[in-house]
């Protein structure tokens, strides 16, 4: 499995030039993503009003914060990594010296990593991108994943959910090419985000005012007059 994770992230990551850092950076960032969360807040606003925009932001906050504190069960510098002290997480591709054909240690790559030494690497890693030990398990993949199934199931509209697509494999491609995760850090990531992102919207589908993904109706019944 790791041979063909190694093959795989190896065919993904490559030298963009500084022009596609940036756009990886930004995109890896937070800060663009702003206007997306400021979108599902409004839909949901529209959709069930105040009170289940509050609820829907608590439970996605939660979600987020609970994906995010899972994944570092898995990394020792996580928020939770004591909790699993046995656990050895795998070193981030920019720290794995099989991928470079180096019989050195992991640490000694990171050292190398750092001074941003120039050479023929294999694995293309910008500078500023050299950061934190570990990949196992993405907490980006986990927070995106949770997002998008959260909402998506909240909002239910297609060129949302194509929105949400693209945005999550947008976001898990930038870690992959900025060297800090492989395909399979991410896919484990996914799961983790999938499962809370499901639980949440359960939980707002139990208590918020929309039934199914369709607002209700706020109008009261009246019974038909079969006499008109």
Sequence with gaps: ?????????????????????RIMFTISGTTMWIPLYLLILWMVWRRGGWRDTLLFFVLMVGA????????GMF???????????????RWRPMFTPELEGLAITPDSLYVIRQTGMAGDWAVHV????????????SAHAATI????????????RRWFTALMVVSTVAICYSRIYLGKHFPMDLVWGALVGGILGYAAWRIFRHFGSTANGEPKSDRPYIKPDNNL
Aim: proline fraction near 6%.
């Design 64 to 71: 987020i914060v609970l994906s995010d504190m899972l994944c």
């Design 1 to 21: 499995m790791y041979d063909f994770d190694h093959d795989l992230f190896l065919a993904l990551n490559f030298d963009g030039g500084p022009t596609v850092d």
């Design 145 to 156: 994943v949770t997002l998008a199934v959260l909402s998506c199931a909240a909002i239910r």
């Design 126 to 137: 910008p500078v500023k991108a050299v950061a934190g030990h570990y990949g196992t398990v």
């Design 75 to 89: 990394k020792a510098n996580g928020v939770m990594g004591e909790l699993l002290p046995d656990f050895q997480p």
